[in-house]
């Protein structure tokens, strides 16, 4: 029988060139604390965890996580890794119920859930290596001939060039364009009016036949989201993401209550987190991270009880586990698609340390390779110079 040999972790921290973004390019939950400075710093993140899954007759399976990577790094070494070792790959959900349930005291939310993420996406790709199948294939299928893409960048800043990024993007046929807002409470009335101008450029470039999606990050609150969704709605957007901070799920639903679909999830972990969100009716649209909620294994479970609630699930980022996900369920329309830019956010490494990634930059729609086993990415070394590695 082939077992789980052993596996290797890698912390990728770039240091290469960055384009520094702009002062109020996106509010986040720092916001609040109103530290003079760098207040855009907890949105950054410029490193990246590669997890190697590899078996005794050594194919190796590709995890990776984005979420403090150095900590999650240790928690598998440490904690993770010897509970899978000696495993076969195939009891998925077995290895995953052990790795949750020893660590529930600590590990059940953030850095070790995050662990779990990597660790799964890495047996997934595994199977799919070993059964000779893409991993959609596993999951149930192809339920769609292609995967209509929403572009997602436009970040707050001058209004001429967040039009002039907008309309090259219109040209490339996105079903949708997801822009950021740069002000928050903190910022007033003055702020209110900034924020409207930019959502009514985007709107203005991308006309009335396209979805418009909003991204608060968490930046706003309760009292600010509620004064602002009057004043949004004429712009008809498909969804308003994150107004208010993760756990504040009360804040979701009551929003969500409004007219304006509430979208959120990309920072809640595991099936029962997700399912709380579902019950609460908290959004309209579920958007788990594949790499923080659990991976495959659990995002398989989350997407059966979403689409028993009605509610669609457009997975967080970009990124290959996303996309067999997205194309094995139906109830999964679109995909959110980081356009391949210079390093900015952090979103955009991905690029820069795996190979495979589809581009959906031609039409707007991308395409997964029905003969290509795992998930069909590799690690590249392509751009080892701009990265210090951490072994
Ligand atoms: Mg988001």
Redesign the pocket.
Known sequence: MITIKSIRTRVWNWKGPTVPPTGNFCTNASDALGIRGDAMQSFRFHQWLTCEVETTDGTIGIGNAALAPSLVKKAIDEYYAPMVIGEDPFDYAWIWEKMYRRTHAWGRKGVGMTAISAIDIAIWDLMGKLAGKPVFKLLGGRTKEKIPCYYSKLYAGPIDSMQAEAEEAMKKGYVGFKTRFGYGPRDGMAGMRENLKRVEAVREAIGWERDLML?A?MGWNLDYTKRMIPKLEKFEPRWL??PVIADDLRGYAELNRGPIPISGG?HEYSLLGCAQLLQEKAVSVL?YDTNRVGGITAAQKINAVAEAHQIPVIP?AGQMHNYHLTMANMNCPIAEYFPVFDVEVGNELFYYIFEGDPDADDDGFLQLDDNLPGLGITITDKHLEHFEIEE
Do not use: K, R, V, W
Request: no cysteine; charged share 55%.
């Open positions: 991204e990050y993401e994150e990309e958007q967080h």
